[in-house]
């Protein structure tokens, strides 16, 4: 491995990856297209979300979690012991 410095000055470790053919096509096709200034910085940016996951939610699932606020409001919904009781399946102490 060997050690360079960016812009940032920030040290950085060269590695070596080996990855499938197809897989670095798709890479080559996509990191300029995104917007990236080069391979290594789209490559960076994939590893930094690989180790520090997004806790950000989908669209569709902020969608999803304002409906059931609307349905609570409107009292909508049912709890999950009211519904085992209408159900017969209530458990007998």
């Known amino acids: 491995m060997s050690t ?15 990855v499938p053919e197809g897989l670095l096509a798709r890479i080559d096709e996509e ?10 910085e789209a ?6 979300s690989w180790v520090e996951p ?3 939610l ?5 969608d999803d979690l304002e409906r059931s606020r ?7 919904t ?5 519904v085992r009781e209408r159900l017969g399946l209530a458990d007998e102490d």
């Open 54 to 56: 997004s806790t950000r």
């Open 31 to 40: 990191w300029e297209r995104r917007g990236y200034s080069s391979k290594s």
């Open 43 to 48: 490559i960076r940016d994939a590893l930094r």
């Open 4 to 18: 360079d410095t960016d812009a940032g000055d920030n040290r950085m470790e060269k590695i070596n990856v080996r």
């Open 58 to 62: 989908s669209e569709e699932t902020l």
């Open 78 to 82: 049912h709890d999950a012991d009211e």
């Open 70 to 76: 609307e349905q609570v409001e409107r009292g909508a």
